[in-house]
T-cell receptor
């Protein structure tokens, strides 16, 4: 069966510090991968998605970036965090050739920027 | 993707059926209705999806009206663990690699 992992689970970082969040998927090949953010009291916002290694599509211009160095690894980064980057970050995967758009989400990383 | 409208919040007694409505009056013929839920501090969880026929799985039932302009998610015997935000999403089959658009959903509170 497929599983998705995210780490760390929680993170407290000072403003201006770098960020690296990691997501890995097991039990599948060639998945579509996604990063979403949920700010406090807000809905889920799609940040990035990827259909393959090295292929990244950005939905929202901001100081975050994403990379996909391996088929089942998706990384979210920032060089300098802002207070507004605080939130709940969720990684998700979807079968590449799936007919139905069922996405499977990870447990999330709660980021607090102070 | 067609727009959806859901009530902001609903209460339901434990053990009773929870019926969550969703309006999608601009749905197209090739668009499916998907339901996800998000329990507090967890990632969203897929529940069920359907095109025009009623669907049932181990988690819930989905009733879609004949004109497909609205649907109802039914949790037959709600438990306290069903307290969550429920999202109704409409997308065409194979709608592409881009992400899902989550609205504000319905906050379902199961009362003991």
């Amino acid at each position: 069966s497929q599983t998705i992992h995210q780490w760390p689970a929680t993170l407290v970082q000072p403003v201006g510090s770098p960020l690296s969040l990691e997501c890995t998927v097991e039990g599948t090949s060639n998945p579509n991968l996604y990063w979403y953010r949920q700010a406090a009291g807000r809905g889920l916002q799609l940040l990035f998605y990827s259909v393959g290694i090295g292929q990244i599509s950005s939905e929202v211009p901001q100081n975050l970036s994403a990379s996909r160095p391996q088929d089942r690894q998706f990384i979210l980064s920032s060089k300098k965090l802002l207070l507004s980057d605080s939130g709940f970050y969720l990684c998700a995967w979807m079968p590449l050739a799936g007919l139905f758009d069922t996405q499977y989400f990870g447990p999330g990383t709660r980021l607090t920027v102070l | 993707d067609a727009k959806t409208t859901q009530p902001t919040s609903m209460d339901c007694a434990e053990g009773r059926a929870a019926n969550l409505p969703c309006n999608h009056s601009t749905i197209s013929g090739n668009e499916y209705v998907y339901w996800y839920r998000q329990i507090h501090s967890q990632g969203p969880q897929y529940i069920i999806h359907g095109l025009k026929n009623n669907e049932t799985n181990e988690m819930a039932s989905l009733i879609i009206t004949e004109d497909r302009k609205s649907s109802t998610l039914i949790l037959p015997h709600a438990t306290l663990r069903d307290t969550a935000v429920y999202y109704c999403i409409v997308r065409p089959a194979g709608g592409g690699a881009d992400g899902l658009t989550f609205g504000k959903g319905t906050h379902l509170i199961i009362q003991p």
